[in-house]
């Protein structure tokens, strides 16, 4: 069940983070700060995939405690009022290959859309086969590439890019710029 940051105790996320950090990224985990300097940033929006059962305490309109290890995955990102780039994403290795990062990544496209993002952007290990391909499978394009951008190791990340909103490339023409305009006028 995929529910937003605000929906689970500040606690139990923080807790919950950090134990799929260690557990995903060893020594290249964030910090329990970083975690939460990350989370209490601004224009920061994250979900975690936690499982249904875990779901049970707490009323209407309270943040809910979760055990971290009822929480099977993470993702978020940051809105910057134009694009929403991904800052982190993972999913415990037990529950890997079931679907849960292809539901985060629905809602974070959702999410990004509602609050009139254009275009979503975020960087992967050109190594980390999976992720690729999951991005691939959302429509993200590659627009570049960070040359030793994963340290100490230097492995190259791609950046990738998912349109959110249709963009005009190149000039529309004077009929299709008028047509546009008419459509407003009659709005």
């Known amino acids: 069940m995929v529910v937003l940051l605000d929906e689970l105790t500040r606690e139990s996320a923080v807790a919950a983070m950090r134990a799929l950090e260690v557990e995903l990224f ?14 209490d940033a601004p224009g920061r929006t994250y979900v975690f995939d936690v499982e249904p059962d875990a779901m049970t305490s707490g009323g209407p309109a309270e943040p809910i405690y979760v055990p971290a290890e009822a929480v099977r995955g993470f993702a978020g990102y ?36 509602e609050q009139g993002a254009r275009r979503m952007l975020l960087e992967v290990s050109v190594e980390n ?43 529309t023409s004077a009929q299709q710029q008028d047509d546009t305009d008419n459509q407003k006028e009659i709005r």
């Open 129 to 171: 086969a999976p992720a690729i391909a999951l991005y691939q499978r959302f429509g993200f394009k590659n627009i570049g590439l960070r040359k030793r951008y994963y340290q100490p190791e230097g492995i190259d990340a791609h950046v990738m890019a998912l349109d959110l909103e249709p963009h005009i490339v190149g000039f």
């Open 26 to 39: 060893g020594n290249h985990a964030w910090s329990e700060a970083a975690i939460r300097q990350e989370l």
């Open 78 to 113: 940051w809105y910057d009022g134009d694009d929403a780039e991904i800052m982190d994403i993972g999913v415990s290795k037990a529950h890997q290959r079931q679907g849960i990062a292809a539901m985060m990544m629905e809602s974070l496209i959702e999410h990004a859309r």
